[in-house]
């Protein structure tokens, strides 16, 4: 009886797997591209990429179909919302791509939000970013089967567009975040991680095309923590075409103005500290109930960039994080322009919603 | 007998551990699937106007010219509004006559990004040979969209 009450949680053991796991350490990988799991497409990918004595791994998890709109609309694109992302050789998440509401795999957003807590030296990460882009790059190439193709395209997507400290977008606004660094958070002078600065880039394209008519728009937000260098991405692609993409076009940014001390990047939440999450009502086109779509997503990314939480002094709220309402242009709830709420039904109806949202 | 049950037993669940190991290998990790990969989370925008309108223009078969089938588009998303009970993408759409004649106004380019299927396959090409709103207007108007607006609040 001993022997079995050793040997079946050993076989338990042995069944199950995470993301952990499968993470070959550097020193056992090849240099180049390691595809570490690949042998269930309907699952995801992991893949590890080494230079020298230091590695990235990529993670890809396949999430819901897409609406079968959304597939007629894009058909080279994956027909499931897929999760990616970056992790460094320490286990740190420094770049995540989302393409629902919520992470496919619940883990990773705990893991996202205890990367904030202890963040790389400037120059690692900034070399991170660095082999995550040829890791992409590598990937895409070798990921070359019909099963293997959607997560070719995220991954050609990532290696198509420019690292953090690269992006002319982002570059041009140190400066300014830096000069906007109170004197008790500069640099060796925090605790807990130090203070974040938050940046969100709304992207946006015409959907639902014809001829040269686009009656509705699409999009995503790119959220970037800044500490004395860019340290973690998160792109809420918002159930379709994501930010970084060559079809998307940067419209307009916020910023979270303070520099805030331990971040937590959820999803829907009134916490002071909560940023970066997406509704998590029922998203429909028509979000005339108690449901969304991907603009109220937006704007609710972005809200929460700038306050910290849905729930600033500029919002009007029902007293939690979804309920949210953003009313127009003076914020007063003038109503006299698109309206966005995660609970449309407390926003009359969320009309005109399929507009994307301004940067507040 | 009972020292060698247990080892009997104990050698069966080692070759069954060993089997397992064996296969795993060979298979590769077994995965905790946690998304209904098959299931559309979002299907509420598939019965919506605009996705009706643009699916039934996108699935209208082709016809001899891109004109025709500009044409036939409209008719397919005007048939599916009426099924739908909803409303159409267009506020206004030229008799057919009218609107191939002033369609084959257009460069042949132009008339080829009529047809939706080309048009969404090349997008980007179509985007950039944008026609005059005055050529367009002959054809059809769609309902307004509001936009954006840019300045901060």
Known sequence: ?360 | MKKTLAIVASLAIAAAVIIVVVVRKKDGPHHHHDAKTGAVEAVGIDQTDTAVSMMAMLNAPDQATPCLTAFAAIEAEGAAMKLHNGKSMFKWVAPKDAFVAACEQLPAAQQQCMAPRYRRDHAEDCQKNRPMPEALKPMYVGEPIPEANPAKP
């Not at chain 1, 990235?56 to 079968?68: D, H, S, T």
């Not at chain 1, 916020?254 to 998590?280: K, M, R, V, Y």
């Open chain 1, 1 to 360: 009886m001993m022997k079995l009450s050793i040997l079946v949680p050993f076989i338990c053991a042995v069944g199950c797997t995470t993301s952990a796991d499968t993470r070959t350490p550097v020193a056992e990988l090849n240099q180049g591209i390691n595809m570490l799991d690949t042998a269930d497409a309907s699952w995801g990918v992991s893949a590890a990429f080494r230079e020298g004595d230091h590695a990235v791994y990529l993670e890809q998890r396949v999430g819901a179909l897409k609406p079968q709109a959304y597939r007629d609309e894009a058909p080279n694109e994956p027909a499931n919302e897929i999760d990616m992302r970056f992790v460094d050789e320490n286990g740190k998440t420094f770049f995540v791509q989302r393409g629902g509401d919520a992470y496919v795999d619940t883990t990773w957003a705990q893991e996202i939000t205890d990367s904030l807590a202890h963040p790389a030296v400037d120059a690692d990460r900034i070399r991170d970013f660095g082999l995550a882009q040829k890791a992409a790059g590598a990937f895409a190439k070798v990921a070359t089967t019909a099963e293997l193709a959607p997560f070719a395209f995220h991954a050609a997507q990532f290696a198509a567009r420019p690292i953090p400290t690269q992006d002319p977008i982002l570059t041009a606004k140190v400066a300014g975040i830096e000069a906007s660094r109170p004197t008790e958070t500069a640099y060796g002078n925090y605790g807990f991680g130090g203070s974040w600065f938050f940046e969100g880039d709304l992207y946006d394209k015409g959907t639902s095309c014809v001829f040269w008519y686009c009656p509705a728009k699409h999009s995503s937000v790119a959220l970037f923590a800044y500490q004395t260098t860019w340290q973690l991405a998160v792109i809420a692609c918002n159930h379709g075409t994501c930010a970084g993409n060559s079809k998307m076009s940067y419209e307009c940014y916020s910023q979270s103005g303070a520099w805030t001390t331990n971040a937590n990047l959820s999803f829907e939440s009134n916490g002071s500290t909560a940023i970066g999450g997406g509704c998590l009502t029922s998203y429909s086109w028509n979000s005339g109930g108690y449901n969304h779509l991907c603009n109220d997503d937006s704007a609710y990314e972005l809200w929460q960039v700038k306050n910290g939480s849905s729930g600033g002094g500029t919002l009007d709220t029902n007293g939690d994080g979804y309920n949210f309402v953003y009313n127009g242009p003076g914020t007063g709830g003038d109503g006299s322009w698109v309206n966005y709420a995660c609970t449309c039904a407390y926003n009359n109806s969320c009309n005109n919603d399929w507009s994307r949202p301004i940067c507040p």
